[in-house]
């Protein structure tokens, strides 16, 4: 078992880089730096879940997978860029993303998100 407490030490995290082609990250503002882990699921899996954090700045990018993520710590703003819809998160707080979904991500306070994702041809 593996929990997930609010702004407790998630542990080792490795370099995630904004390099990903499908998900077209392009940087807004600022310099985001990215770290996760995958705790369960990879590459060809059709389920995944982990931890994820980013520092502040400004990104966009198309989400893989249908997603739901749990703020742990910090304060970030997600933008629909289809829709425009806007959602602050904070710790505690969770969010539901479809695959395919452009968006913005403005990193307020340094963000780390526990997630689960399901994309149906594979990661």
Not at 32 to 60: K, N
Request: net charge negative; with cysteine.
């Amino acid at each position: 078992m593996i929990k997930y407490i609010l702004g407790d030490n998630v542990g080792a995290l490795e370099p995630w880089p904004f390099d990903n082609p499908k998900s077209a990250y392009r940087i807004v503002s600022g310099n985001p730096y990215a770290s996760g882990r995958l705790d369960a699921g990879g590459p060809g899996d059709t389920t995944r879940a982990g931890i994820w954090r980013c520092s502040r700045g400004v990104f966009e990018c198309t989400e893989q997978g249908d997603e739901l993520m749990t703020i742990l710590s910090g304060r970030c703003q997600l933008t629909n860029k289809i829709s425009g819809e806007v959602c602050v998160l904070r710790a505690g707080e969770s969010l539901f993303v479809r695959d395919g979904t452009r968006l913005e991500w403005d990193i307020i306070e340094e963000v780390t998100k526990v997630f689960f994702g399901h994309k149906v041809d594979g990661y």
